[in-house]
């Protein structure tokens, strides 16, 4: 049965019990990373995953919370001996700089390294971003600082549909790409108005996006207390929420009980 696992769940401030938001979808055949950050080698570790088996990566946007372990994830697979090639997803604007960020390290000079290919996707909404035995992902671009895509990811044994918004403020696009899904996870930093959206924001959209369950990721950890996010959000959505915690597994099912969910 395929799932979701949340790798780390805090916003662009981490703690000891929170990394910086990243994700791993799970299927039986295929293991897709989203997004790169914090200690990916170290948590898919600890949820069972070998790093090596990860054959996609898709990174929403280029902010060093999203992006920032992008060169050791290389590194470290190549020392590994992996040979596997990997893939990689993103707007231009986020892999133009990541493979900019991979020559201020001389990769090229790297011997025996394994193939990477880029896969630059176009800033519309609906676009298709891959297609294997497990998953059919599309992306639409969101709005936050820099261009940023959100995600719709229908598990292909079960049509079950898991939307994730990435960094946003509340915006249609959002709606739309979340529009009946089983599950949204959405962003919950707080009201910022060029960027982020706050929980409460997240309730709306999912209600408006009908959406079945919400859950609430990249909220702030450092120094502050989370949980009555849930509530906030609760009130305009009026269907079960729950906070997103590191290491929690999600089934991509609807006859599975969701942990947390209230
Ligand atoms: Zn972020």
Redesign the pocket.
Known sequence: MSKLIILGSA??VPDDAHE??HLVLKGDNDIVLIDCNGRPLVNLKQVGINFKTVSDMILTHF?P??VGAVPQFMMASWLAGRSMPLRIYGLHHCLQRVEDLMMAFHWDEWPGFFPVAFHHLPEREGVRVLDNTDFSISASPVRHYVPTIGLRVTVNANGFVFAYSS?TVPCPETVRLAKGADLLIH?A?GDEPLGHSSAAQAGAIAREAGAKRLGLI?YNVWGTESTHLIEEAKHPFGGPVFLCEDFMEIPLSNTEEFPGAT
């Open positions: 916003s662009a910086n938001s902010h919370d999203h960094d962003e930093t990249h």
